[in-house]
Structure formats: C-alpha cells, structure tokens
C-alpha cells in the first residue's frame, strides 16, 4: 500500500500517520521528494481501511498495491 501526502504535508502529520501504523505492526518507508512525501506500507494491509486512511489529514491519496499469485 502507498499512502500519498498532499503537497508540503507538515511534518506533524506525517508523524502521526507513521505512528498510526507503526502502532499496527506495520514496517514502514518514506520517499520524499520535493512536493510530495509517500508512505509505503510493508506489511499485510488487508485490515487497513483505505478510507479511513484517506480521511486522515495530510493525506491525498491511498493506492493499493495488488498481489498476484
């Protein structure tokens, strides 16, 4: 899963997402570039709500990543 930021999202609230799934056994990446901040979440992200995490603030976009067999 990547969780894409909205432009200058504030470093407060990349925190508090981290936290968020680092609290959920999540291991996490962070690639930041010069506009936009993306989370990759590693992990089984079958029981994270994309919803929910698009509704968090500070966050644009949530894009799953499909497994194949």
Known sequence: MLIIMKT???????????EYLI?????????TGANRTIIGVIGDTSTLNDQEIEAMPG????VRIR???
């Open 8 to 18: 200058h999202a504030q470093e407060t609230v990349l925190d508090s997402i981290k």
């Open 23 to 31: 609290s959920r056994d999540f291991d996490i990446h962070q690639s």
């Open 59 to 62: 966050v644009s976009q949530v």
């Open 67 to 69: 497994k194949d067999d």
